[in-house]
């Protein structure tokens, strides 16, 4: 039987090396969790929401990091516990706290708000249900320990099978591009991977841009993660655009609604996605792309090579 709701939660992902760094000491402290959740700092915990409202629930999320000034800067350690109430070891976090709860208090609402059993507290958990008599011995060993992180993407994950946590989807902190005025304004909304919208929209196309799905893919783990554009107009999905790298390279694929096709939504989503990609400093200066070569060479992108194209691409623009 398919279940009519999702269990989703939203958090901050850590990136490597920083989360190598974490999910080692939450190997050292024997993490029942470990390999199924990354390593997170949680701004809502794990709720259910029915299948009809998963597409207002990415909406909030992408209005939550909107509404973000940029990037987090925050501090995690020493370790502590929350020990009697509960065995947990966590990092304490501390930095840009005020930046953090009003992100946390953007996204902590329906169709994501639940009711809580303990009041929010911002950590980053090392071991949870662990033996009390560890608990101790493991703070006073790792008193020392304190990093810096710099959160710039707020995340949706989902449980699947096994409990394991996989992300969704996920947005840019920062207000997004505005491309035009008044109703067929276009907004570009920044990410690491393609939401459930946006893959809709890509294999619609034919086109699944595999590296590009954000935390714990091949591309993550690469020097540049995937850099995701997606236009909306009055809230609606009308393009999509993603670059993504492997060991052969980098890629480009640019897709847009059948409707808004010729309106220069294709255009836009890719000038966006170069800038990003030069920011970032991608030193590629050829991608295989994904659809009509003549796209991308009439809107002066990046050098494109010559890709057989699959027999249901659609035209990009």
């Not at 706290?97 to 609402?109: M, N, P, T």
């Not at 394991?164 to 570009?188: M, N």
């Not at 009308?238 to 060991?247: H, L």
């Not at 847009?256 to 939504?265: C, N």
Request: aromatic share 6%; proline share 9%; net charge neutral.
């Amino acid at each position: 039987m398919v279940s009519s709701r999702t269990r989703v939660g939203v958090a901050l992902v850590l990136d490597p090396p920083l989360s190598d760094q974490v999910d080692g000491l939450r190997l050292a402290l024997g993490d029942p969790s470990l390999g199924r959740i990354p390593a997170h700092l949680t701004l809502v915990p794990p709720v259910n929401v029915r299948a009809g409202e998963l597409s207002t629930a990415l909406a909030q999320l992408r209005a939550a990091a909107a509404a973000a000034m940029g990037p987090i800067r925050l501090t995690l350690g020493s370790p502590a516990s929350f020990l009697p109430a509960n065995p947990v070891v966590f990092l304490a976090v501390g930095g840009e706290i005020d930046s953090l709860r009003l992100l946390r208090d953007a996204v902590f609402v329906p169709p994501l708000e639940r009711k809580l059993s303990w009041p929010w507290v911002p950590h980053v958990t090392l071991a949870d249900g662990i033996d009390e008599e560890r608990i101790r011995p493991a703070l006073a060993a790792l008193d020392h320990f304190e990093v810096v992180m710099e959160a710039d993407r707020i995340v949706m994950l989902e449980e699947g099978r096994g409990r394991v946590w996989k992300p969704i989807a996920d947005a840019a902190l920062g207000r997004p591009g505005v491309v035009g005025t008044g109703g067929l304004a276009l907004e570009i909304t920044r990410s690491r991977m393609a939401d459930p919208e946006a893959l809709r929209m890509f294999e619609a196309a034919g086109c699944t841009p595999t590296s590009a799905d954000g935390v714990g893919s091949v591309g993550a783990r690469s020097p540049f993660f995937p850099i995701v554009m997606s236009g909306r107009r009055e809230g609606e999905l009308a393009g999509v655009a993603a670059a993504w790298t492997d060991a052969c390279g980098g890629y480009v694929a640019v897709y847009v609604e059948p409707g808004g096709r010729r309106q220069g939504i294709g255009s836009h989503l890719l000038s966006h996605l170069e800038a990003a990609a030069r920011i970032v400093g991608w030193p590629y200066a050829t991608l295989q792309a994904e659809g009509p070569e003549a796209f991308y060479r009439s809107r002066g992108a990046w050098s494109i090579a010559t890709r057989t194209p699959r027999p249901s691409t659609a035209p990009a623009s």
